[in-house]
């Protein structure tokens, strides 16, 4: 036993090391013997296996940006609902005038600008705590946490613009983008 711990030593083999080892001895074992003894069921089985890992991967990244998408809309939605309020109940009164317009635009406006910073500044947060350990592993790994930072941030994105597809014929519908009547 000790010589075996003395070889590991000299061989500066960390966990990691092994185990990665360890896998790759079994996965080559595992392909020879489908190769020689199983006639390649193994083989046609295990792009099933990979496919839904790959799967079960993006859909655990998809869940991570949600998270932080959802934090920040949650956080975001109270100012952006009681803005929805205050224009459809102005824009639902018969008596309208350019000077209310006028005011609940600057109103809009001032508010909607809070809101995407306040969202912004949110989600910011949720990305950062996200990827901390992805950002500190990419100066000893080169690809795969940057490839996992992109995948996140292509979430991020298409979760907004999902978002932004919902609201842009909500916010455009209020009267202060229509004439005055």
């Not at 079960?56 to 803005?83: D, E, N, P």
Request: hydrophobic share 50%.
């Amino acid at each position: 036993m000790y010589l075996f711990k003395n070889l590991l030593s000299k061989l500066d083999l960390s966990k990691e090391k092994v185990i990665s080892l360890v896998l790759t001895f079994v996965l080559t074992l595992l392909i020879f013997l489908d190769s020689n003894y199983f006639d390649h069921i193994l083989l046609t089985s295990t792009y099933v296996f990979s496919i839904t890992f790959l799967v079960i991967v993006l859909i655990a990244i998809m869940l991570v940006a949600g998270h932080a998408i959802y934090k920040s809309a949650i956080h975001a939605s109270v100012g952006f609902g009681v803005l929805i309020f205050l224009a459809q109940t102005y824009c639902a009164l018969d008596t309208k005038t350019s000077d209310g317009i006028a005011s609940l635009n600057t109103l809009w406006t001032i508010g909607f600008v809070f809101i995407l910073y306040e969202f912004f500044n949110k989600l910011q947060e949720a990305y950062k705590a996200h990827t901390k350990p992805l950002r500190e592993d990419i100066k000893t790994k080169k690809w795969e946490p940057l490839l996992l930072m992109v995948i996140y941030s292509i979430f991020i994105v298409g979760y907004i613009s999902l978002i932004s597809k919902v609201l842009t014929p909500i916010v455009l519908d209020l009267c202060i983008y229509k004439s005055v009547t």
